[in-house]
């Protein structure tokens, strides 16, 4: 069923070492565990790496990425730029390393096991069939979806822009 939880920044768990903050959104990972609810094992990290620092993402996951925030990054000695994603190989720890030049960078790690089969996407609802999306996409217009504790602003579905009727 749909449904929406709050954790607020300080109730989700964190690990520190040498040059490196994490704290984990979803999921589970480096022996923590997030409070919001998931379907499958996967995981959802913000890293924060000082100049020079370096970082293990372990193999436990079989898909596993990560997404420069803000600052490139080393991963295995290949560059990853900032606002880029890199979709890891499985089965092998990688090492991330920011530049010992430079500033601080912030990173997006995720990853998990494979779903159980296809699944589709549009704006805020993930579902595994259309059918399913297109009944979500209703009950948004028609406001039948409980209400966001403490929001009081209601957000118009976003509807597909057309293509324009002819290029010159």
């Known amino acids: 069923a749909p449904g929406f939880e709050h954790h607020p920044a300080a109730s989700l768990p964190q690990l520190e070492g040498d040059g490196y903050r994490l704290r984990l959104i979803a999921g589970s990972g480096w022996g923590l565990h997030a409070p919001a609810t998931t ?13 020079g620092a370096r970082f293990t ?9 990560v997404y420069a925030v803000d600052g490139a990054v080393l991963l ?10 890199a ?4 089965g092998q720890d990688t090492t991330i390393e920011a530049p010992a030049t430079g500033q601080s960078v912030r990173l997006m790690l995720l990853g998990g096991e494979p779903l159980d089969g296809e699944r589709f996407i549009y ?4 579902a595994s069939s259309r059918a399913a999306i297109d009944e979500a996409k209703e009950r948004w217009r ?8 403490g929001e009081t602003e209601w ?10 009727e002819s290029f010159s």
């Open 39 to 51: 379907f499958s094992p996967m995981f959802y990290a913000a890293l924060e790496l000082d100049v």
């Open 57 to 65: 993402l372990p193999a436990d996951y079989s898909q596993r990425a």
């Open 76 to 85: 295995d000695g290949e560059a990853l730029e900032t606002q880029r994603m």
């Open 87 to 90: 979709v890891l190989s499985a």
């Open 123 to 126: 704006w805020n609802f993930v």
């Open 142 to 149: 028609a406001q039948r979806f409980a209400p966001v504790p």
């Open 155 to 164: 957000i118009p579905l976003p509807e597909a822009r057309k293509p324009p």
